[in-house]
């Protein structure tokens, strides 16, 4: 499904770069070039095709999930201020700030014009559930910005976080998708409970291979989240079981202003072991994994027609292996 949307997709991206004011355009066709895994259109139109032959009328809906995927992106390389995505210069460094956010918001309203543009009478039924799934993807942005400065996150609260800006998107990709090939609702509401899952087993993922994956296959170097002092799931779970020693230790990394990174890294990694976060992380992953498959095997369609679902829940134990 990847290629067929990609073929489509970069001709459309061709049409709007060349669009009047190009600097308006340019910057969101090279925002939109510089690739991805494609992951969310892939999923809405592998949704679809579990119950329709014919995806064709899903290609509009499909380019709307992927263009406004890659605005919440743009944004956030603004208000990270990140040098880079995918080993090219964000777009607020290949222009400049303002640019960056005008044609970001540019991307948000052709998001909606390409999900309206869909010519299935059921887009605009669904057109509700895109839009409250955008606000969803803000508000948890927001709480990411918010838990920066807050001291007294909980694991419940960083949970709720990442369902809504991670795990949303992909699950209303696969239900929009099952819905566009005509599927019960039941079903589309047991796909979105899948996308669910394994959207917060992805995000916890990435959390932990942070800290244990190998920066040889994984394409970053290990620890730039306890650098950071960001509150991912090991750092808050540990503060969360840590007895009073330990949490004094924990505390007097997270407060040090000048520290040798490599040392806070082997410092808080330890504390990580000690505490049995690590496997907590891990034992989580595979209870939203297991959730996950445990929704998709009520879908009512035949079984092998499901084994691509099952092999995407699949690759996110496997890089925890």
Not at 22 to 46: D, N, T
Not at 185 to 211: K, M, P, R, S
Request: net charge negative; proline share 2%; glycine share 4%.
């Amino acid at each position: 499904m990847v290629a067929y949307f990609e073929a489509a997709f970069r001709e459309e991206i061709k049409s709007i770069g060349q669009t009047v004011p190009l600097k308006l355009y340019e910057p969101v066709a090279y925002s939109l070039m510089i690739g991805g895994k494609r992951l969310r259109p892939a999923l809405m139109l592998h949704a679809a095709s579990m119950f329709s032959k014919s995806v064709d009328h899903v290609l509009s809906a499909a380019m709307a999930i992927e263009i406004f995927h890659n605005f919440t992106l743009l944004h956030d390389d603004i208000m990270d201020k990140a040098d880079v995505r995918r080993s090219l210069p964000t777009v607020h460094k290949k222009y400049n700030d303002n640019v960056a956010i005008l044609s970001g918001d540019a991307m948000c309203i052709l998001a909606f014009k390409y999900f309206a543009k869909g010519n299935d009478a059921r887009v605009h039924e669904l057109l509700p559930l895109f839009t409250t799934t955008a606000l969803e993807v803000c508000e948890g942005q927001q709480l990411d910005m918010d838990f920066e400065t807050r001291d007294n996150v909980t694991v419940e609260e960083y949970l709720e976080m990442i369902r809504l800006k991670t795990a949303v998107l992909i699950a209303s990709s696969l239900k929009i998708g099952a819905l566009l090939g005509n599927a019960k609702q039941a079903d589309a509401d047991l796909l979105y409970e899948y996308g669910i899952n394994v959207g917060l087993a992805f995000q916890l993922q990435d959390d932990w291979l942070d800290v244990y994956g190998d920066p040889d296959v994984f394409g970053k170097k290990r620890g730039g989240d306890i650098c950071a002092n960001k509150k991912t799931y090991l750092l808050l779970k540990a503060l969360e079981v840590s007895d009073q020693l330990t949490l004094q230790q924990l505390n007097r990394w997270l407060l040090k202003p000048d520290f040798d990174e490599e040392q806070k890294i082997a410092a808080i990694t330890a504390i990580y072991d000690k505490t049995g976060v690590s496997e907590a992380t891990q034992n989580l992953m595979r209870s939203y994994h297991d959730k996950a498959l445990t929704a998709l095997e009520k879908v009512a369609v035949p079984s092998n027609m499901k084994n691509t679902l099952i092999a995407f829940a699949g690759e996110v134990m496997e890089r925890i292996k």
